[in-house]
């Protein structure tokens, strides 16, 4: 036989836990990153149990002490984390009894790790959240920068990539604004889901003490405590629902990146941006590679990949608590920081976008944008829509033949096509023209644009 079990659940143990199982068994590796929320939690119950009487105010003191002086040490980096003490809470646990004997072995009456891990995470996340949405607006703030500075910019728009209609890089700029101010609305409802309590229901059931479930909800800041026992102790749904909205923010982000890829290359040629966000190649001198869009584009794979692992987790557990859920914190933390770096990378990096302007209005005079303009235009002189369509379509190319703009087409040869076109033609064939025309709420004109960027301002100040 070998030793009896040394572990703190080891009473009812005969043999000590196999070697490998016990690294197997460990999370302390990754989870000692909770170690700030778990202090929390632990400071929260510790004042609960001396409120109600179960601690004696001495011993309380004597715990709130340690947990300070544990945290330091962990904080100093003195502190020796033990792969057999298995995870964060068992490893504080026992340095707590080390530094105050017996008081330290009654801060686990009425709290199970069950609970005790489910609100660390959540304290956690909740924290995260705050950050990540700070991050989220100070991206905005520097979208609405660019969209300001170039908000009369004229580009081309793109359908199926091909050029569409002109727009103004303003407005393209308030388009990503707007998948973000969705993103953080889907954020804030994820800190809702979070934004409760799970301690008191100890294993799976509740508790046999009294414990002053709202006293805690309240030093803790939670919203209220958890309504049911099994569910609190098992679900993790509001990680899932973080790492949906992280999810669908690199759906966005990716797109983001995407743009900026393609409007550094050599063919487009829209915008630079700066050397210190780009790296060279090592065996090509003039190579100028835009790797932080890149990067982003390629840890959507990661994020995704976290949603996923976290639905799959969770699915098909039986209640209550399983140690599967001990699975849940590496796609967690991976999400939280893939965001963070992502957003934060983005945000730093885009005010300092150079917008090649004569590139875009190039760009825009190419590939017949106004011709959409030039169908409405002869809409408004009485012609069905889909005559004028097809009118425009046989201008079209008749201009591509004489490899001409369409409004380098002189007023006769435009004529030639339908006689409802006279000289005021002219004006909605230029882009400027053409932009300006697109005044309809949410429309891409510089007067719309500027109109959209002031209430952009304010829905940003009146967030939350
Ligand atoms: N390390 C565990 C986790 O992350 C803590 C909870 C363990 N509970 C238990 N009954 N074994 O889920």
Known sequence: MSNKSTKLWGGRFTEATDEFVEQFNASVGFDKRLFKHDIQGSRAHAEMLA???????????????????????????????????????MN???????????????????????????TDVRLYLRDAIDDIDQRLEALQNAILKIAEQESATIMPGFTHLQVAQVITFGHHML???????????????????TNVMPLGAAALAGSSFALDRDFVAKKLNFATPSHNSLDAVSDRDFAIEFCSF??????????????????????????????????????????????????????????????????????????????DNQEDKEPLFDTVDTVHDCVVAFANMIPHIKVNKEVLMQA???????????????????????????????????????????D?????????????????????????????????????????????????????????
């Open 246 to 323: 992280g999810a669908i923010l690199f759906a966005h982000m990716s797109r983001i990146a995407e743009e900026l890829v393609l409007w550094t290359s050599t063919q487009f040629n829209f915008i630079d941006l700066p050397d210190r966000f780009c790296t060279g190649s090592s065996i090509m001198p003039q190579k100028k590679n835009p790797d932080v869009p890149e990067l982003v584009r390629g840890k959507t794979a990661r994020v995704y990949a976290n949603l996923f692992a976290l639905l799959t987790l969770m699915k098909s557990q039986p209640l209550a608590y399983n140690k």
């Open 51 to 89: 409120h109600i009487g179960i601690l004696n105010s001495h011993d309380c003191a004597e715990i709130l002490k340690a947990l300070d002086t544990i945290e330091a040490e962990i904080v100093a980096g003195d502190f020796e984390w033990k792969t057999e003490l298995e995870d964060v809470h």
């Open 92 to 118: 504080i646990e026992a340095r707590l009894t080390e530094l105050v004997g017996d008081a330290g072995k009654r801060i686990h009456t009425g709290r199970s790790r069950n609970d005790q891990v489910a």
């Open 364 to 406: 825009a005079q190419q590939g017949y944008a106004t011709a959409t303009d030039l169908a409405d235009y002869l809409v408004k002189k009485k012609v069905p829509f889909r005559d004028a369509h097809e009118v425009v379509g046989m201008t079209v190319q008749y201009a591509i033949q004489q490899n001409k703009k369409l």
């Open 175 to 193: 388009a990503w604004f707007e998948m973000i101010s969705r993103d953080r609305i889907r954020l804030q409802q994820c800190r809702v889901s």
């Open 408 to 464: 380098e087409l002189a007023l006769h040869e435009l004529q030639k096509f339908s006689p409802s076109i006279s000289e005021d033609v002219f004006k909605i064939l230029s882009v400027e023209g053409s932009v300006a025309s697109k005044n309809t709420y949410g429309g891409t004109s510089p007067a719309q644009v500027t109109k959209q960027i002031k209430l952009a301002k304010q829905r940003l100040a009146e967030f939350k």
